[in-house]
């Protein structure tokens, strides 16, 4: 998977316009030599043959079953009722103050620390526009998807002011385990926060990329849920070095087993120096309605809130007033959410090793499974592939056409100074947030594709 | 109505308010500290807000640089929260206190129901792209492609800071004319552009194009126009639009058209920029379905552009906020195949409320500018002997109950608009008479 940029507006039309356009040399320039070496964009590619395949979708990472009847339920009903102009919900933040003072023992005030905005990306967009400075360095853990900074700074031509520089710290395989020394080595004097990229800026990929496809959601590919361990390093370097953490926990009810989501927000001293964002859209199955926020002390919230009301101003109305009706869902709906995930993890799991993956890793939260290619793979012939080849795409061409199942590569999550290329192309990401129905076809046509 | 905060004795800071027109922005200033030369609190600068009271109790925050230094005052924020004391009448909000039409909202009902709740594509639904184009060009005439020339976002809003975010380099200069919208000056502030603005003087705000070329230098990247035009109704002629456009072509400048309004044209005709000749190419044409549809709370806008520009937009969309609301973009699409029955009742509802407004005021005593577009009209408080218009905006909530937005907020140097002021006639008639009788009955000359 290539770095997400596209190859240009090659088809600029007025010349001179081009010479103020977004620098395209000098973006090719700093493509990254696998995406130069492609025409088109791979996901593209494997996004149409899916579709020409009436392959079942495993790449996207939102559901495929329709959200909670009551929440769609009070956003009709909010239509109907003609809350439909600019608002403020105030009552959103009342009810993610109890929340977060149930869940982690947080007290925010929930008439000035929280901002509403168009899901948790526009959260984050404006969590860095208000907190992030030129020259500011960001540290991201590895695997992950891009944000967009990196897609600018890569790309060389946009000009944005920010300018900040992403450093990425690599998580160990297979486990994708913290490595502190690596992490630790990754300051420098410039660094401003570390990012929680539980599931980071997803489906850029798509926008950037130009496609007409449904876009995908290439985020959190691993499933990892940090330890209170690795935590609690991760907030000691915050604190020794003066750091926000920015976090994204969208995920934050779809973590399975023994793993409870801890927000690093809740250890010792790091409230004052941490942003939370999140959104409905993961919880509640409603990727689509935009209702994300930040969560952080008084005068960051106020600097965030700012940058939003310049950015959007309002969230979608309608649906602020339907998240009232989500957010006072019974602690039933939030027990069965995660039983119905783990139901699906582990089935997507029996699946995919009893036709020849190899998962290490069992997700411990997301709707993910990063699934290693077999050393022997029973669809084609791994041996033949090689980086040049770009096997990655070749695999999960093969998956489409023979399996008629489609998955993301995993290449495109690595960066940073990825000293193992064969290794990370052995990796493809396959999304549970499907209905049974959806894994049962996907295990149907899996297994007789395989003979098993 | 936006629906108010509660009450509480905690409050301290005030509520964020959903109309970008009543709140404002809180100020602060830059980090100037480096790291691990000083202590952390002292590496964070102190806010200005609202908030003050609470500062002592935190480390001082991390703040955005210049990118939001100037801003504007709380004062539309104290303005509502004078309005609600009092009681007054709002005819400063920009938006309306009547619903959309039921056919857009059962569309998107629908849609609710239909499942399509789950995220769309980054550059929009396909549907709505193309309504776009269509729409696009019954009003120009151009044809566009949908795929690579229209990029729906969250709201006109989004569009303007996508395109400022995304084409704007740092040190650029951008043309504003004043007075403006007020988020524009900010977001441009956001990308660090050098603001250069010209002003719109009364009675008819003509664009002087003295002042214009003038303005105009080799480090111009684009010229922002808001036609029909908030806040003062005024709608940029075919000989002004020219007259920019060869400017533009001759110094390579860009425009950023800020069309919201375009359906409230009542004077004159709405001409799109883009579509004079030599224009398209570097345009970036902006609109929503909020003013048009009177479902401003929806955030569904969009930007149209050739395919170069389109693509700075498109990084710029992505990472603010990546995609925009589905079920309402396939309403969208449905509200932009209305027949022209629905804009021609539209642009006669808002005329018979304009006629009230504009009636009253002046039997009110103001000396009221004649308004082309939008529903804004302008007038000056002079008559009324209130020393500038903030001064004249709380005489008018407190002794006559009514609120209108002072204009001084919209202008570069805050003394140009000492004489003016907004009101807006999107309110249903009952409304606009109530606060007519008000200010005919209230209101002393002095």
Known sequence: MSRAIPSGPGQAANAQARLKAPAIDKMEAKLSKASRALNASPIQEISHLAQRCGAINLAEGFPDFPAPPQVKHAAVAAIAADLNQYRHVQGICDLLAVKMKQNHVLDFDPLTDFVICCGQSEAFAATILATIDQGDEVLIFDPAYETYESCIILAGGIPLELRISQVYVPLDPPYWTLNVDKFMRSFTGRTKAVVLNRSLNEEKIGCIKETNYNSYSPHNPTGKVFSKEELEVIAAACCQMDCLAITDEVYEYITFDTHKHLSIASLPMMKERTIITSSLSKTFSVTGWRIGWACAPTAIASAIRNIHIKITDSAPAPFQEAALAALQSPPEYFSSLKADYVARRDFLIKMLSEVGFQVHNKPQGSVFIFAELPKTCLLCDVSELSPATFPFIDFVKELIEKAGVAAVPGRGFFHGDCNDLTQQSRYVRFAFCKSNDTLSAADQKMRSCVGK | ???????????????????????????????????????????????????????????????????????????????????????????????????????????????????????????????????????FHKDTGLHIDPEKEVTVTSGCTEAIAAAMLGLINPGDEVILFAPF???????????????????????????????????????????????????????????????????????????????????????????????????????????????????????????????????????????????????????????????????????????AKKAILVEGLKAAGFIVYPSSGTYFVMVDHTPFGCENDIDFCEYLIKEVGVVAIPTSVFYLNPEEGKNLVRFTFCKDEETLRAAVERMKERLHKS
Request: charged share 20%; proline share 8%.
């Open chain 2, 181 to 351: 919208y007020d988020s524009y000056e900010a977001t441009l502030s956001m990308a660090d552009a050098k603001i250069k603005a010209i002003t719109l003087r009364p009675p008819d705000f003509a664009v002087s194009v003295d002042e214009l070329k003038s303005a105009v230098s080799k480090n111009t990247r684009a010229i922002l126009i808001n036609t029909p035009h908030n806040p003062t109704g005024k709608m940029f002629t075919r000989a002004e639009l020219e007259q920019i456009a060869s400017l533009c072509i001759e110094n390579d400048v860009l425009v950023f058209a800020d069309e919201v309004y375009d359906k409230l044209a009542f004077e004159a005709e709405h001409i799109s920029i883009a579509s004079l000749p030599g224009m398209y190419e570097r345009t970036v044409t902006m609109n929503s379905l909020g003013k048009t549809f009177s479902l401003t709370g929806w955030k569904i806008g969009w930007a149209i552009a050739p395919p170069h520009l389109t693509w700075g937009l498109r990084q710029a969309h992505s990472f603010l906020t990546f995609s925009t609301s589905t079920p309402m973009q396939w309403a969208a699409s449905v509200a932009l195949r209305a027949p022209d029955t629905y804009y021609e009742e539209l642009k006669r509802d808002y005329l």
């Open chain 2, 1 to 135: 109505m936006p629906r108010l905060r509660r009450d509480s004795p905690a409050y301290l800071t005030p509520p964020p308010s959903p109309n970008h027109e009543m709140l404002s922005s809180f100020c602060f200033c830059r980090s100037a500290t480096r790291r691990f030369s000083y202590p952390s609190a002292a590496r964070m600068a102190a806010v200005s807000t609202a908030s003050e009271a609470k500062e002592p109790q935190q480390p001082p925050p991390v703040l955005v640089a210049k990118r939001l230094d100037k801003f504007k005052t709380t004062i539309f924020t104290q303005m509502s929260m004078l309005a609600v004391k009092h009681g007054a009448i709002n005819l400063g909000q920009g938006f309306p206190n009547f619903d959309g039409p039921d056919f857009v909202k059962e569309a998107a009902i629908q849609a609710i129901r239909d499942g399509k709740n789950q995220y769309a594509r980054g550059c929009g639904v396909p549907d709505l792209n193309s309504a776009i184009v269509d729409r």
